[in-house]
């Protein structure tokens, strides 16, 4: 208040000054100092900026200082001067101050200034306040600069959260798990949460949350004997997996985990046991077939080395005329040797011929 006064007898001054000037005899005003010229100027500048002042921000000023939110009018022309938006600090404020809630202007703008969001913070602490949950302004600041929603983390305390299991936003509806009998369960859960305040910066996000009840969802019923149990019981599933405190080191606290629906797959033991079976007749091929090639190659080989000793024996076979004959030089083979030997292979020939005829 004394900040105005003073511009206004600023102002009154800067009126009324013509008419003191007027009043003076010429030879008086013909003598003026530059002191005194640069004086009124001077007041006449300040004048004017204080004209312009209460005029930008004179309705605002009202406003807070009939709200109780005082914001003294040098803080305007600082908030200006520090690219602050003037409207934005003060009718915050005004709302703090309205909800029984104490903020100053410093403290709004220095979280302006750090990228923050003034008025998520607000509301905030406002609905926390109502909601009698403890929440300093400087743990509102830390966890909006941190990126969270400290606005929707106050609601999510206030009024618990539902997050399906799996996330449906991302393109799958159910989570699929198999018994130990062999038989797929598609099974839909939701899972009610409340936000805790004190996790809130460094906590876990809702995909940890999502990725530890799936986790434990597929775990209980793997474990599960046969699909019946589980289908007979299901909540045996909430209750193994809420058991399982999945909750820690996240941003919530889980309060239920009810499953919204549950659905009989595919038998997988048994296709496993039929693709399993497929492999191994395909391996048994492909080694019968390898067996065969083998036998084949051998046969080959078989062959290959009969017509080689065939062609020895052919060899031989030459050797004898000429062993004859050598015979016969040397006096070691005479003539009626030779025709018994010629008789012998004659009837041995005829023998032959005649065994072939009877086939």
Do not use: C
């Not at 005899?25 to 003598?31: N, Q, T, V």
């Not at 908030?79 to 404020?93: A, D, F, G, T």
């Not at 003034?118 to 602490?125: D, I, N, Q, T």
């Not at 497929?278 to 084949?296: T, Y």
């Amino acid at each position: 208040m004394r900040v105005v006064a003073l511009f206004v007898v600023v102002a009154f001054l800067l009126l009324v000054s013509p008419g003191l000037v007027l009043a003076q005899d010429s030879s008086a005003s013909e003598e003026a100092s530059p002191i005194t010229t640069i004086f009124w100027v001077a007041v006449a500048f300040f004048a004017l900026v204080a004209f312009i002042v209460i005029l930008t921000f004179g309705k605002l000023w009202l406003q807070a200082a009939m709200s109780g939110a005082h914001v003294r009018m040098y803080d305007f022309v600082g908030m200006v001067l520090r690219k602050v938006p003037v409207r934005l600090i003060v009718e915050n404020r005004i709302t703090a101050v309205k909800a029984g809630l104490s903020i100053s202007t410093d403290k709004l703008e220095a979280h302006y200034l750090a990228s923050g969001r003034v008025g998520k913070v607000v509301r905030a602490l406002i609905a926390a306040n109502k909601a009698a949950i403890p929440l300093t302004f400087e743990k509102a600041t830390a966890i909006d600069l941190a990126g969270r929603d400290v606005e929707e983390a106050i609601s999510t305390s206030v009024l618990p959260k539902v997050i399906d299991v799996p996330d449906s936003r991302k393109g799958k509806d159910t989570l699929e798990a198999v018994a130990m009998d062999g038989i797929q369960l598609r099974v839909k859960a939701r899972v009610t949460v409340r936000t805790n305040i004190e996790r809130l910066v460094g906590g876990a996000t809702e995909e940890t949350i999502i990725a530890r009840v799936g986790e434990g969802i597929v775990t209980t019923v793997g474990s599960s004997r046969t699909y019946k149990a589980v289908l007979e019981n299901p909540d045996s599933i909430s209750k193994t997996v809420l058991s399982k405190s999945l909750d820690s080191g996240t941003a919530f606290e889980i309060l239920s985990i009810d499953i919204a629906d549950i659905d009989v797959g595919d038998n997988i033991g048994a296709r496993l046991q039929a693709d399993q079976a497929e492999a191994d007749k395909r391996v048994a091929q492909a080694k019968a077939e390898e067996r065969r090639a083998l036998a084949i190659a051998r046969e080959q080989e078989m062959k290959a080395l009969t017509q080689e000793n065939r062609a020895k024996v052919v060899l031989a076979e030459a050797e004898i005329p000429m062993a004859i004959a050598h015979a016969f030089k040397s006096g070691h083979l005479g003539v009626m040797d030779y025709y018994n030997l010629r008789n012998v292979q004659a009837d041995t020939d005829m023998r032959t011929k005649i065994g072939d005829a009877g086939k």
